[in-house]
């Protein structure tokens, strides 16, 4: 009888982890966890692209981006739609706002300047919508 008990727990105890293994199969890192792109089922991450890469100050640069939205397959599947992304440009210690970017079906895509006291090397374009930040590198040339 107790081996019958301890095979029927073992079961139960298998099938319960299937059940939250399956469950859980389409939200990479829990309910709460941002989208990774790792499972099937998960949302793509966010994505972010400044082109061209490398600018001088003065320069226009057009910063895209994908995925932007609460995920579909989380607890943020009832969040509103992000409806635009603000783009910041940090270097050393300065920062400024250089403008927003609307979001249509998760995609965006905007021209900004580089600001003309930008000095050469890397600066950072700070990329933020809901509650989601993403952050680019520009190669700055004197």
């Known amino acids: 009888m ?6 029927s727990a073992a079961l139960l105890l298998l099938a319960l982890t299937a059940a939250l ?3 859980l199969a389409g939200c990479a890192g829990g309910p709460d966890a941002p989208p990774s792109g790792d ?8 994505i972010v692209t ?10 226009e640069i057009t910063v895209s981006g994908s995925n932007w939205g609460p995920c579909n397959d989380t607890s943020k599947a009832s969040d509103p739609a992000w409806p635009e992304a603000a783009i910041t440009w940090q270097q050393d210690l300065s920062e400024q706002e250089l403008g927003t970017a609307a979001i249509t079906d ?9 600001p003309g006291d930008a ?4 600066a950072t ?12 590198g520009v190669d700055i040339t004197d």
């Open 2 to 7: 107790t081996r019958t008990r301890t095979a």
């Open 21 to 23: 293994t399956a469950a």
């Open 39 to 46: 499972s099937a089922g998960a949302c793509a991450a966010p």
């Open 50 to 59: 400044v082109t061209p890469a490398r600018a001088a100050p003065g320069e």
């Open 106 to 114: 998760g995609a965006f895509t905007t021209a900004v300047t580089v």
């Open 119 to 122: 000095v050469g090397g890397l």
């Open 125 to 136: 374009l700070h990329v933020r919508a809901g509650e989601f930040t993403l952050d680019a």
